[in-house]
């Protein structure tokens, strides 16, 4: 395994000296005696954990870790060891007796709420212009109040009886068995919430994650103490950007500031490696997990799964993996396979923690540009140069490392073979989303990339990935977060071409979006990119139904295209453009030798904008 070093940047009171150490190890390396995922024996490791787990008495192994004892922990575990003592765990009936006896139903640490700045019909809806879209994005509105959560008053007074994390103000979570919080969900949530007017709302959850950052040190994957030794996709500071852009709410940011720099600081300190290209040294991030055991909430698929291998070492290197990747919410995923320096394999082959990730390095990015701009407005200007520098030396390695000219795109870098991960995923993109890019880079060469992809064929939406491997972040399921982060990092560009691609994205996942719940009267976790309308599969539980992000991201495509998209096909020229497409000779416009769209072709001396169906189709006869 190759050597790299963490960068640890170690700041005095004041920020007045900054000295940043090398830390030398050896990555993905074993390292005995790492702490379980909390120090709770019952919802965190242990022989009740495992037992009850292991005889599978819940379909799901989240409901187990979810639920609620009604005494306090030692008295839970004396009735346990009493039932080892006879024998009896291994009697289902006296097991599940012993759990109705000791635990309440999972979701009881909530009750009914009300949100007081709800609002039957935000401002945004009267710009889309469809009369249905329109109907359908007011229902979304509602299922707000759904979605919404306050916790009793119980899980502030008495904590160890539960799992979940108390927090002081309501949240919004994303639905089905996700009845918690979870870290990065809550961007797409926080967006869609800020259309719809719900400012007490949205202040209360950044609130509620300040909270668990000074608490915790970070912010976990979701809002549960079983997730507090890994986190997510840093977004609390997007968040708050996304939050002031609406209020102008300094005072908050004011009191708000230390603490959204200690979560840029874990990242920083717990989250980088040092990669060499071409002789100079550059630091970047990835996704690690520095715990113990199984993950809790999956923990009868975790450990069956691990017998494949034959050392405790090799099993907890596994286990490392798989919280690395949920680290990333990618899981499960082949782009964090690597065997042979390829994305080949299955969930044995998990090596999340080689890999350096597009997405992730552009957030990081973004975080500290947004730490910069935040301090220059609370006029704090050593510090706003700090943060500018730190955002100026990311994207100097973002270029270096990941950029990748010849193809057109940023790619995931192996530090375990030192080779580029040549492989489709939406997020090749996404410094175009975070602005994590300079002057050097051809917008047509990206254009020209996702042509030669051809994932624009998919009628349902843009794929995860290319490859069938059964895992629900894989081919073909098309999650909502991506489409946004592809779709924004097109119109952030500028250009054109790239601008009407994304329009064409947003409308191709809008419609689909919109025929499934026309059909269902539900919003999915994940759809499939080859169905309009399908929902998708695969992975470790069954789709589910709300759902947070996805609500989020159709009301903020709805708001930034809903005076242009419709539910129907529509030419401006009054003959229909399909009787002539056969005969019709075609030419492909274009706008330089980069640039490649698809959006647009001259038939009999007119233009006309030819929906992407079209276009797909097109190709097997025409070289585009």
């Known amino acids: 395994s190759p050597e790299v070093g963490i960068l640890i940047p170690r700041f005095t009171a004041g920020f007045t000296n900054r000295v940043t150490s090398v830390v030398s190890f050896t990555c993905g390396e074993y390292v005995p005696d790492l702490p379980p995922p909390c120090s709770s024996n019952i919802y965190c490791h242990g022989d009740l954990l495992h037992t009850i787990q292991m005889e599978q008495i819940y379909h799901d192994s989240k409901e187990f870790v979810d639920m609620k004892m009604r005494y306090p922990a030692n008295k839970v575990l004396s009735s346990f060891e009493e039932l080892m003592k006879n024998g009896s765990h291994r009697n289902r009936e006296k097991l599940e007796h012993f759990l109705n006896e000791m635990f309440e139903p999972a979701g009881s640490e909530f009750e009914e709420w009300d949100p007081s700045d709800w609002k039957t019909h935000p401002q945004f809806l009267n710009d889309i212009k469809d009369p249905d879209f329109r109907e359908w994005c007011k229902k979304l509105n509602d299922l707000w109040k759904f979605l919404g959560r306050k916790m009793k008053n119980d899980v502030r007074d008495n904590p160890e009886l539960y799992s979940i994390i108390y927090v002081p103000h309501p949240v919004i979570v994303p639905g089905g068995r996700f009845r918690e919080f979870y870290y990065w969900d809550s961007y797409w949530i926080v967006r869609g919430l800020l259309l719809s007017e719900m400012y007490t709302t949205v202040r209360g959850m950044l609130a509620n994650f300040l909270s668990i950052v000074e608490t915790y040190g970070l912010i976990p994957n979701g809002g549960r103490i079983y997730y507090t030794m890994r986190s997510q996709p840093p977004m609390l500071i997007p968040m708050m950007k996304s939050y002031l852009d609406v209020t102008s709410d300094t005072e908050f940011l004011k009191s708000s500031i230390d603490i959204l720099e200690q979560e840029f600081v874990f990242w920083m300190t717990n989250h980088t490696v040092e990669v060499e290209k071409d002789g100079k040294k550059y630091t970047l991030g990835r996704y690690k997990d520095s715990s113990s055991g199984p993950r809790p909430e999956s923990y009868r698929e975790d450990f069956s799964t691990a017998q494949q291998f034959s050392t405790n070492e090799e099993k907890e290197n596994y286990y490392s993996e798989l919280k690395a990747a949920a680290e990333s919410g990618w899981d499960f995923s082949s782009r964090w396979f690597i065997v042979n320096a390829t994305n080949k394999g299955s969930l044995i082959n998990l090596k999340t923690r080689y890999i350096i990730p597009v997405d992730l390095n552009s957030i990081l990015y973004w975080n500290a540009k947004l730490l910069s701009e935040f301090y220059k407005e609370l006029k704090m200007p050593e510090k706003s140069n700090y943060y500018r520098d730190i955002a100026d030396k990311w994207l100097e390695a973002v270029t270096a490392v990941l950029w990748h000219d010849e193809v057109g795109a940023w790619l995931d870098y192996d530090i375990m073979n030192d080779v580029k991960r040549d492989y489709f995923y939406p997020t090749n993109i996404s410094p175009l989303w975070t602005g994590c890019y300079d002057g050097r880079i051809n917008i047509g060469k990206v254009l020209k990339y996702l042509q030669k992809t051809k994932i624009t064929q998919n009628l349902g939406g843009i794929p995860t990935t290319v490859e069938h491997t059964g895992e629900q972040w894989d081919y073909p399921n098309a999650w909502p977060p991506l489409q946004y982060i592809m779709i924004m990092s097109l119109n952030n560009t500028n250009d054109p ?128």
């Open 497 to 624: 071409w790239a601008q009407q691609l994304a329009f064409d994205l947003s409308e191709k996942w809008v419609r689909s979006n919109y025929k499934a719940y026309n059909e269902t009267s539900a919003m999915f976790e994940k759809y499939d990119a080859t169905i309009p309308g399908g929902h998708g599969g695969g992975g470790e539980y069954e789709v589910q139904l709300g759902f947070g992000w996805t609500n989020g991201v159709v009301m903020e495509l709805l708001h930034q295209y809903g005076h242009r998209l419709t539910l129907r096909d529509k030419f401006n020229e009054e003959e229909d453009i399909r009787t002539n497409m056969a005969a019709a000779p075609l030419v492909v416009c274009r706008a330089g030798d980069d640039h490649y769209t698809g959006a647009c072709c001259h038939i009999r001396s007119r233009m006309y904008r030819v929906r992407s169906v079209v276009v797909n189709c097109l190709q097997n006869f025409y070289l585009l």
